[in-house]
């Protein structure tokens, strides 16, 4: 079985839990059964989810629940030997273990604030509401932790050694086990700088979660070829581009179904057309489902 065959082939299997969670869908109709459930979700709904913690039926905003207990149960029990574990929460917001930290980037979850206690630090790339949830930030800050961006003052700034919380330049620093690069990429063609690209180097394991990028061209990693690449194919980014710029091991496609949207989601078609331009440059992808492990 060659590479293409297992990613479009091997069906969606390679993509962790996402098969084995469908509603007993075949693996290739898993999109589409996402993609049903969430449309059914309106961005009003997904905002009362998100205030009170009533699903209302909607099975998104079940799986969307269910997405948190999952990540919290594995982080508690996963033994990290070497590479990190890293688990897509919801849409860009991942958690990464090592064997040393925990930490979180663009992490929003009605719940987010349970994790606080556990992390050692969080990163966010942009000040939107899906990639940055005050409430969350506000706990981590009460709990004396580390945040890192290009728009918060200086919440955790006592863990930096006066380092500083802000990201808005090329930076380096390290916390823990983690070594972490920053730089700027613009998030469309008018809000120009306004995402952070992290750079993650743990060890010889190398990621790169660059949020709402649309210019692959200020992405220059510091570290070479990720092993991960987190990013978001719809704010105008070249996809086929930055595959053959950043040449990652992995890419792991995220914020495809943002309910708090009442427009600009991705449909399954649109998802299906980034995924063959990166099979084009003959990258391997991902399309991890809320609470899926990626690595």
Same mark, same amino acid.
């Given at each position: 079985?060659?590479? =293409?065959?297992?990613? #479009?082939?091997?069906?969606?299997?390679?993509?962790?839990?996402?098969?084995?969670?469908?509603?007993?869908?075949?693996?290739?109709?898993?999109?589409?059964?996402?993609?049903?459930?969430?449309?059914?979700?309106?961005?009003?709904?997904?905002?009362?989810?998100?205030?009170?913690?009533?699903?209302?039926?909607?099975?998104?905003?079940?799986?969307?629940?269910?997405?948190?207990?999952?990540?919290?149960?594995? &982080? /508690?029990?996963? $033994?990290?030997?070497? /590479?990190?574990?890293?688990?897509?929460?919801?849409?860009?917001?991942?958690?990464?273990?090592?064997?040393?930290?925990?930490?979180?980037?663009?992490?929003?979850? !009605?719940?987010?604030?349970?994790? *606080?206690?556990?992390?050692?630090? #969080?990163?966010? %790339?942009?000040?939107?509401?899906?990639?940055?949830?005050?409430?969350?930030?506000? #706990?981590?800050?009460?709990?004396?932790?580390?945040?890192?961006?290009?728009?918060?003052?200086?919440?955790?700034?006592?863990?930096?050694? !006066?380092?500083?919380?802000?990201?808005? #330049?090329?930076?380096?620093?390290?916390? /823990?086990?983690?070594? &972490?690069? %920053?730089?700027?990429?613009?998030?469309?063609?008018?809000?120009?700088?306004?995402?952070?690209?992290?750079?993650?180097?743990?060890?010889?394991?190398?990621?790169?979660?660059?949020?709402?990028?649309?210019?692959? $061209?200020?992405?220059?990693?510091?570290?070479?070829?990720?092993?991960?690449?987190?990013?978001?194919?719809?704010?105008?980014?070249?996809? *086929?581009?930055?595959? !053959? !710029? &950043?040449?990652?091991?992995?890419?792991?496609?995220? +914020?495809?179904?943002?309910?708090? +949207?009442?427009?600009? =989601?991705?449909?399954?078609?649109?998802?299906?057309?980034?995924?063959?331009?990166?099979?084009?440059?003959?990258?391997?992808?991902?399309?991890?489902?809320?609470?899926?492990?990626?690595?």
């Amino acid at each position: 079985m060659t590479r =293409r065959d297992f990613i #479009a082939g091997g069906a969606l299997a390679a993509l962790g839990t996402m098969a084995r969670r469908a509603d007993a869908a075949e693996p290739e109709n898993v999109l589409a059964v996402w993609q049903r459930d969430t449309d059914a979700v309106a961005h009003t709904a997904y905002n009362q989810y998100f205030a009170d913690g009533q699903t209302r039926g909607l099975v998104s905003l079940e799986k969307l629940d269910r997405a948190f207990e999952n990540m919290l149960a594995e &982080i /508690k029990t996963v $033994q990290i030997t070497d /590479k990190p574990a890293v688990w897509m929460v919801y849409n860009m917001g991942v958690v990464v273990k090592t064997r040393k930290a925990l930490f979180s980037i663009d992490l929003v979850h !009605r719940r987010a604030p349970e994790l *606080a206690p556990l992390l050692d630090f #969080a990163l966010i %790339t942009h000040n939107h509401d899906d990639h940055y949830r005050p409430e969350f930030y506000r #706990a981590l800050d009460r709990a004396g932790k580390t945040v890192a961006s290009n728009f918060l003052d200086n919440y955790g700034v006592r863990n930096w050694n !006066r380092d500083g919380g802000f990201t808005r #330049a090329r930076k380096i620093f390290k916390i /823990k086990d983690v070594e &972490i690069a %920053t730089s700027l990429t613009d998030h469309n063609n008018y809000l120009v700088d306004f995402t952070t690209a992290f750079e993650i180097k743990v060890g010889a394991w190398r990621m790169l979660h660059t949020g709402d990028c649309s210019n692959v $061209q200020k992405l220059n990693p510091i570290w070479g070829r990720p092993d991960l690449w987190v990013f978001f194919p719809g704010c105008g980014v070249d996809v *086929a581009a930055g595959e !053959r !710029r &950043i040449r990652p091991a992995l890419t792991a496609y995220g +914020h495809l179904w943002e309910l708090g +949207h009442a427009k600009w =989601r991705l449909t399954t078609p649109m998802v299906e057309r980034a995924r063959r331009l990166t099979l084009a440059e003959g990258g391997t992808v991902t399309i991890p489902l809320w609470g899926d492990r990626i690595v």
